[in-house]
C-alpha cells in the first residue's frame, strides 16, 4: 500500500509570506506527527494528532505555527508571516497506537526555504 | 535542550571498520527506538527496544537498552559504505504518544 505522502517536496517562499504543507498519512493509522529538521540535525517535534483528542501542540515554537487534521486523515501544517529561521524540512509520520513497539512511518519531507 | 543526546555527531570511517554510537538522558523511557535517515528521505526505524538491558542483533548491527532504561548503544561491526547516513535515537514516553528524538549521528563509510 501507499505510504506517508508529503506535498510540496519543495517550497521556497519569500519572508513574511505564509505556507500550507500537507501530509497525507497511512490509510487506518490514528497517530500523526509533525517534526522540523534543520539542516544535518536531530528531529524537533511539533505537534501530534490522535484520533478525535484534542492534539499536543507542545511543540510549535511560535503562534505563527498551526496545524490541523481532518478525522484520521489528511493533516496541514501552516506557518504565517514566514522567518528566514523557519527554513528546514517538514517531516510527517504516522503510526497505528499500540502500548509498545510503535512504529513511525515517515514521508520524505517538504523542504522549506525562506528567502 | 535536547532531551536525549547521541554521540558522536560525526562519524567518517573506513569501510571494515567497527564503531558505536550512543543516546544517552536523563530520563526514563518505556521504550526505544533507531532510526536510520538517508538524504532526501524520511526516517526508517530499525529496532525496538522495550526490556532494560536488552541486546538486539540485526545483522552487523547490534542494539542494547541500558538497564536503567535511559540511554542506549548501536554498534556496528564491519561497516560498509551502504551503512552510511543519519543515525536517530528516539525514546518512548510511558503514554507510548510521544517520541523524544536525539540530536543524530552522522555516518560516512569510506570504500
Known amino acids: 500500500g501507499a505510504g506517508v505522502s508529503q506535498s510540496p517536496s519543495n517550497k521556497v517562499t519569500e519572508k513574511g509570506k505564509d505556507v500550507e504543507l500537507r501530509c497525507d498519512p497511512i490509510?487506518?493509522?490514528?497517530?500523526l506527527y509533525w517534526y522540523r529538521q534543520r539542516l544535518g540535525q536531530g528531529l524537533e517535534f511539533l505537534i501530534y494528532f490522535q484520533g478525535n483528542s484534542a492534539p499536543d501542540k507542545s511543540g510549535l515554537p511560535s503562534d505563527r505555527f498551526s496545524a490541523e487534521r481532518t478525522g484520521e486523515s489528511v493533516s496541514t501544517l501552516t506557518i504565517q508571516r514566514t522567518q528566514q529561521e523557519d527554513s528546514a524540512v517538514y517531516l510527517c509520520?504516522?503510526?497505528?497506537?499500540?502500548?509498545?513497539?510503535?512504529?513511525?512511518?515517515f514521508g520524505p519531507g517538504t523542504r522549506l526555504t525562506v528567502t | 535542550t535536547q532531551l536525549l543526546e547521541q554521540s558522536p555527531q560525526f562519524l567518517s570511517i573506513q569501510e571494515g571498520e567497527n564503531l558505536t554510537v550512543y543516546c544517552n538522558s536523563s530520563s526514563v523511557f518505556s521504550s526505544l527506538q533507531w532510526y536510520r535517515q538517508e538524504p532526501g528521505e524520511g526516517p526508517v526505524l530499525l529496532v525496538t527496544?522495550?526490556?532494560?538491558?536488552e541486546v538486539k542483533k540485526l545483522k552487523r548491527l547490534t542494539f542494547q537498552f541500558g538497564d536503567a532504561r535511559k540511554d542506549s548503544s548501536l554498534h556496528i561491526t564491519a561497516a560498509q559504505p551502504g551503512d552510511t547516513g543519519l543515525y536517530l535515537c528516539?525514546?518512548?514516553?510511558?503514554?507510548?504518544?510521544?517520541?523524544?528524538f536525539g540530536s543524530g549521528t552522522k555516518l560516512n563509510v569510506k570504500p
Open positions: 509520520a504516522s503510526s497505528l497506537l499500540r502500548q509498545l513497539g510503535n512504529e513511525q512511518y
Open positions: 527496544v522495550v526490556t532494560g538491558g
Open positions: 490509510s487506518g493509522h490514528t497517530a
Open positions: 528516539a525514546g518512548i514516553a510511558y503514554n507510548f504518544n510521544k517520541f523524544y
